[in-house]
C-alpha cells in the first residue's frame, strides 16, 4: 500500500473512531486505480490482470453481483431492521 494513503488512513481511523475512510483514494469515479492496490497482492493478481484487459467483463459482472445483491432481501426500519451508526455494534 502507499505508505502516504497508508498514513492519511491511520490519521483519519486512529483520532475519530466513527471516522468513515475511504479505501479508494478516488471514490467518487468508476476507474482503475483500486486495482493497483489489488494488483501488489499475489492472490488478487490474475484476477486483476483478467480485469484490466476485459474492461466488458468488469460491468458485466458487477450486474450480476447487483443482481444476486438484491436477491438476500435487505432488513430496513420499516422491515424490522436498522441501520447502524457503526458498523461493529447494533444500535
Avoid at 497508508?6 to 475512510?21: E, I, K, R, V
Amino acid at each position: 500500500m502507499d505508505t502516504g494513503f497508508a498514513s492519511q488512513l491511520n490519521g483519519t481511523c486512529s483520532s475519530d473512531p466513527n471516522a468513515f475512510a475511504f479505501l479508494d483514494p478516488t471514490p467518487v469515479g468508476f476507474h482503475n486505480i483500486f486495482y493497483h492496490v489489488l494488483y501488489s497482492d499475489m492472490r488478487s493478481r490474475s484476477t486483476v490482470d483478467y480485469y484490466a484487459s476485459n474492461q466488458g467483463a468488469v460491468f458485466d459482472d458487477f450486474v450480476a453481483a447487483m443482481t444476486k445483491l438484491r436477491m438476500i432481501g435487505v432488513n430496513t426500519p420499516a422491515t424490522g431492521g436498522e441501520i447502524r451508526r457503526d458498523c461493529r455494534f447494533p444500535n
